[in-house]
């Protein structure tokens, strides 16, 4: 009965390494880092460039679903999503969130191997807006999209742009204006990059 339970708790643990693995990810090495870079600022900069990528070509293939659902007619006879203000508005969310991708990736690219506070700041001002949009098509195709099936294949497609843009997020560590309401002061950074703050 030991054996079995040790079994069986071994496989569990096999199982849930696999899926952490399969969900974050190839694992990022990096060589020839520049003297004085800490690597994994260059990893950051190779793990954003690579999630910019997989929004761009998702964002797109969402674009081409959207316009198919609005050639597609339903069982009453209309467009599954029909013209007017919740299909204009969502195909200009796409084209925004498309827009602000490639823009990100082609600044990326400008600054290669860069994961600086300069860097994180100006990936902000992208960043957080391709958020808002994804946001909004959300909220448009709830009103927008008749058929449960294919609002939740749009929905799929949000979800993994949304990922891999929180993803490049969650690598800016810098604290920004808008999150910090009192005076704070640096007093420590931590290995992994947060920085401590104390209320003046």
Avoid at 129 to 149: F, M, R, S, Y
């Amino acid at each position: 009965m030991r054996r079995l339970w040790l079994f069986l708790l071994s496989l569990v643990l096999v199982i849930s390494i696999g899926f952490v693995t399969s969900s974050c990810g190839k694992k990022i090495k990096v060589t020839n880092v520049p003297a004085g870079v800490p690597e994994q600022r260059v990893v950051n900069w190779f793990a954003a460039v690579g999630a910019l990528e997989d929004a761009t070509s998702v964002t797109d293939a969402a674009k081409t679903a959207v316009i198919q659902l609005n050639k597609t007619v339903g069982p009453d006879g209309t467009p599954i999503l029909p013209d007017g203000s919740a299909y204009a508005g969502i195909l200009t969310s796409i084209g925004k969130a498309f827009q602000l991708e490639g823009e990100a990736a082609r600044f990326l690219k400008t600054v290669p191997k860069t994961w600086d506070e300069s860097t994180q700041k100006q990936l902000l001002s992208w960043i957080d807006p391709i958020l808002a949009e994804l946001q909004n098509i959300n909220t448009l195709g709830v009103t927008g999209i008749k058929n449960p099936q294919s609002l939740q294949r749009i929905n799929g497609f949000i979800t993994q742009i949304r990922t891999s843009i929180q993803l490049i997020r969650g690598l800016i560590t810098i604290v920004t204006s808008h999150e910090l309401k009192l005076p704070f002061y640096p007093v420590a950074v931590l290995p992994r990059g947060e920085v401590i703050y104390r209320v003046a």
